[in-house]
């Protein structure tokens, strides 16, 4: 998609330099009216290259948060310190902020097709069970309005999480009327 959309914007500027250095008289002539039309029509064709038709994930983002304490504030630290503002903001003493520990997960993704079910689901290993496979969902219903991007947010915490550790590996998978439209996974999933 990104490919169709940075040839439509090379070819529109390519159009539209060649008519303005070919066109020195502003005498109106043939070749500018065609030139015109044929710009209306890169214009069309423009706007049908930027038309997304099919739902998928934009991005995951794992923002974990290991301590109860938000991280020290530096440059490499900064996005974990933002979430652990975020998260910790109506913890009012530090067993709330305990119990908010955990890994979370971000799902950024674009919702093109709101008149049909919906289903993101997170797949994943913990430290503790190995292997095996445990899965969350969240359902989405049809009629969600009009196509545009969604956030979602996956999160593990409180004494389950103590007891099963961190997130091993991860993979989060994007139904639509059942079918899988896209997935996203962590290196480590296989």
Excluded at 65 to 72: E, M, Q, R, V, Y
Excluded at 169 to 188: A, M, N, P, T
């Amino acid at each position: 998609m990104p490919h169709a959309t940075s040839f439509c914007k090379y070819f529109c500027r390519a159009f539209i330099k060649k008519t303005l250095t070919n066109s020195y008289s502003l005498v109106y002539t043939e070749a500018m009216r065609t030139r015109l039309i044929w710009l209306s029509v890169v214009a069309a064709l423009l706007s049908a290259c930027t038309t997304v038709t099919d739902s998928y994930i934009k991005d995951v983002a794992d923002l974990p948060i290991k301590s109860a304490d938000a991280p020290h504030f530096d440059w490499q630290n900064s996005p974990l310190r933002a979430n652990a503002m975020y998260v910790f903001y109506d913890a009012n003493h530090r067993g709330q902020r305990t119990a908010m520990v955990g890994d979370y997960y971000y799902v950024s993704w674009y919702d093109a097709e709101p008149d049909k079910d919906t289903r993101l689901v997170m797949r994943y290993t913990q430290a503790a069970t190995g292997v095996d496979v445990k899965a969350r969902e969240v359902k989405f219903p049809a009629g969600r309005g009009k196509a545009r991007s969604r956030k979602t947010e996956f999160f593990f915490t409180g004494a389950d999480r103590k007891r099963k550790g961190d997130i091993m590996s991860w993979r989060v998978e994007l139904y639509v009327d059942g079918k899988l439209k896209d997935s996203r996974q962590s290196y480590l999933w296989e």
